[in-house]
């Protein structure tokens, strides 16, 4: 059973930055895409960056170019660099990698780190 644990969340000032580390218990970064979502109070979970395993990299609108999506195949881990974060990017951040395999489909997630952005 793939795990997947994430780290790097915290209280950082409007302006500021974080770094999310996901780092998965098998080897499923290389072959999986892989994608961080965040779920803010009262509000439906939604996708903020996924990369596939060919390197494509996708992005919510209200973050592109605040944020980037990477993963290093070596470590398992994949990275969420969060810059100039703004209140509404409070949330829970969940990471997220979905594997084909043999015609089914596998869905992983991890536990979620709150990421909060106030001053």
């Known amino acids: 059973q793939v795990q997947l644990v994430e780290s790097g969340g915290g209280l950082v000032q409007p302006g500021g930055s974080l770094k999310l580390s996901c780092a998965a218990s098998?080897?499923?970064?290389?072959?999986?895409?892989m994608g961080w979502y965040r779920q803010a109070p009262g509000k439906q979970r939604e996708l903020v960056a996924a990369i596939t395993s060919g390197g494509i990299r996708n992005y919510l609108a209200s973050v592109k170019g605040r944020f980037t999506i990477s993963r290093d195949n070596a470590l398992n881990t994949v990275y969420l660099q969060m810059n100039n974060l703004k209140p509404e990017d409070t949330a829970v951040y969940y990471c997220?990698?979905?594997?084909?395999?043999?015609?089914?489909?596998?869905?992983?997630w991890g536990q979620g780190t709150q990421v909060t952005v106030s001053s």
């Open positions: 098998g080897s499923i970064v290389r072959s999986a895409t």
């Open positions: 997220n990698g979905v594997v084909l395999d043999g015609g089914n489909v596998f869905d992983y």
